[in-house]
């Protein structure tokens, strides 16, 4: 799986958007980005996955960007449950995820 | 549908003894995944189960072990427990690459 570099910490605004960058510069063309996050002490909970092209769900939205080399994970409307510990994840979908070390947002009310 | 269940929720054990936690995967799901997590080193991968059969290992010493049974259902056990071995242990369960964690076992080791 390829190696993905995220910041360790960011704050967001309550009600504002929450944008998370990824950055996997040696993703393989057939590795998918997902994203991941944890709340504390809980298990992780799959936000998001893509490929190639953009994606949005009921909780978020994944740009990845044209050469696949980084992503940004969107959170459109920021709530004060989204503080969490959130895992950028390059993996082919087989079952062995490797989680580095994720980006702690913080809501701020 | 009923989420991945693991059991128990928080474990206090001696060094020197053994333990064995266990996870039942979301209905249908062949896929049973651990993992540890510590404040130090994160989350690690201990091994996946795929209908009864070890299909992956990450790095941890033969004192960790598992084994999945017949309805999906897996156990893991660890041996001889070291102070280090605290952690929480979380499975995972997963059909086609989808991956659902449970909420995890806390074990303690004194």
């Known amino acids: 799986d390829a190696k993905t570099t995220q910041p360790p910490s960011m704050d967001c605004a309550e009600g504002r958007a929450a944008n998370l960058p990824c950055n996997h510069s040696?993703?393989?063309?057939?590795?998918?980005v997902y994203w991941y996050r944890q709340i504390h002490s809980q298990g992780p909970q799959y936000i998001i996955h893509?490929?190639?092209n953009n994606e949005t769900n009921e909780m978020a939205s994944l740009i990845i960007t044209e050469d696949r080399k980084s992503s940004t994970l969107i959170l459109p409307h920021a709530t004060l449950r989204d503080t969490a510990v959130y895992y950028c994840i390059a993996n082919f979908g087989n079952e062995k995820l490797t989680f580095g070390t994720g980006t702690r947002l913080t809501i701020i009310p | 549908k009923a989420g991945v269940t693991q059991t128990p929720r928080y474990l206090i054990k001696t060094r020197g003894q053994q333990v064995t936690l266990s996870c039942s995967p979301i209905?249908?799901?062949?896929?049973v995944s651990w993992y540890q997590q510590t404040p130090g080193q994160g989350l690690q991968f201990l091994f996946e189960?795929?209908?009864?059969?070890?299909?992956n290992k990450g790095n941890f010493p033969g004192r960790f072990s598992g084994r999945q049974f017949s309805n999906s259902r897996s156990e893991m056990n660890v041996s001889t427990l070291e102070l280090g071995d605290s952690a929480l242990y979380l499975c995972?369960?997963?059909?086609?690459?989808?991956?659902?964690f449970g909420s995890g076992t806390r074990l303690t080791v004194v």
């Open positions: 995972a369960s997963s059909e086609k690459g989808g991956y659902t």
């Open positions: 189960y795929f209908s009864e059969t070890q299909r």
């Open positions: 209905s249908g799901h062949r896929s």
């Open positions: 893509g490929l190639k």
């Open positions: 040696t993703i393989s063309g057939n590795e998918y």
